[in-house]
């Protein structure tokens, strides 16, 4: 089991920029892939951006060239780097995390989910 744990959150402005953190416990993210997913009142969970500990990468394609996913493996964290933030990507930011390299959008394949960390834009 691995515990998550995310951070980084806040309000801002539409155009502005948050870097979340996700760090991981309880066990190496080593040979795992992560994802953030979202969820806005009233809307789906749904996924953001993927990367496995080898560095592979996958983004949802409303935020790609906006977001950057990196892991860092010899802190046991992954990041979201976020940039030219617009209204609609308001919502809680989760991670999660499956054994095995290999990125998926399914949520029910994520064994650990974090408690989240809000993220506000204002327009």
């Known amino acids: 089991q691995v515990r998550l744990v995310e951070s980084g959150g806040g309000s801002v402005q539409a155009g502005g920029a948050l870097r979340l953190s996700c760090v991981a416990s309880?066990?190496?993210?080593?040979?795992?892939?992560l994802t953030w997913f979202r969820q806005a009142p009233g809307k789906k969970r749904e996924e953001v951006a993927a990367v496995d500990s080898d560095g592979r990468t996958g983004y949802a394609d409303s935020v790609k060239g906006r977001f950057t996913v990196s892991a860092d493996t010899s802190r046991n964290t992954v990041y979201l780097e976020m940039n030219s933030l617009k209204f609609d990507d308001s919502a809680m930011y989760y991670c999660?995390?499956?054994?095995?390299?290999?990125?998926?959008?399914?949520?029910?394949?994520?064994?650990?989910w974090g408690q989240g960390t809000q993220v506000t834009v204002s327009s």
């Open positions: 309880g066990n190496t993210i080593d040979k795992r892939s």
């Open positions: 999660a995390v499956r054994s095995g390299l290999r990125l998926t959008r399914q949520q029910w394949e994520y064994d650990d």
